[in-house]
């Protein structure tokens, strides 16, 4: 009944693995876009491909999108981290994540060190991949409420 949410869920895991990798440069941008683009379009996907196929199922995915606009501004990593940095990289292309890198190398060989840091707002000072985990782990459990609640209300 989200399948399609499910896949773009998929892709966000995907991205975090490219993420684990340490890109740098434009790499890590390009990354990072995706990742963004695709968190967000999770709960799009979840409205626009999948309710629409059950008025049930649109009929509960409806009321759990009314209640967290009515939670705002909680929870913190939709607002605060989702919708907030889609909102900066699509409309202006700017994002509080952030790289820098230590290079190594030298007499002891050292391997280069990055560091991914959000650099502003509420989830500044945290690695942005941890921030991305738990917005990944932030769906999963939304549509597993809904998934739970059609089942339940749809025996």
């Known amino acids: 009944m989200t399948a399609a949410a499910r896949l773009a869920l998929d ?11 340490e890109p ?5 941008r390009v990354i990072w876009v995706a990742t963004i683009a695709l968190l967000r379009a999770v709960g799009h996907v979840l409205a626009k491909a999948d309710a629409p196929k059950d008025v049930a199922l649109q009929r509960i995915v409806d009321a759990k999108w009314e209640a967290m606009k009515a939670s705002k501004p909680a929870p913190a990593i939709f607002w605060e981290f989702i ?6 990289l699509l409309k202006t292309y700017e994002t509080a994540a952030r790289t820098s890198v230590a290079v190594g190398g030298g007499k002891l060989g050292r391997p280069n060190s990055y560091d991914y ?5 509420i989830f500044a000072g945290r690695d ?6 738990e ?6 459990e939304y549509l597993l ?5 059609y089942r339940t209300a749809n025996p």
């Open 11 to 21: 892709d966000c895991r995907q991205c975090l693995r490219m993420l684990r990798v």
């Open 24 to 28: 740098e440069g434009p790499s890590w």
């Open 83 to 88: 919708e907030s940095e889609r909102n900066d």
């Open 117 to 121: 840091r959000i650099g502003s707002g």
């Open 128 to 133: 942005q991949r941890e921030v991305v985990e």
């Open 135 to 140: 917005a990944i782990a932030f769906w999963d």
């Open 145 to 149: 409420d809904i998934e739970n609640t």
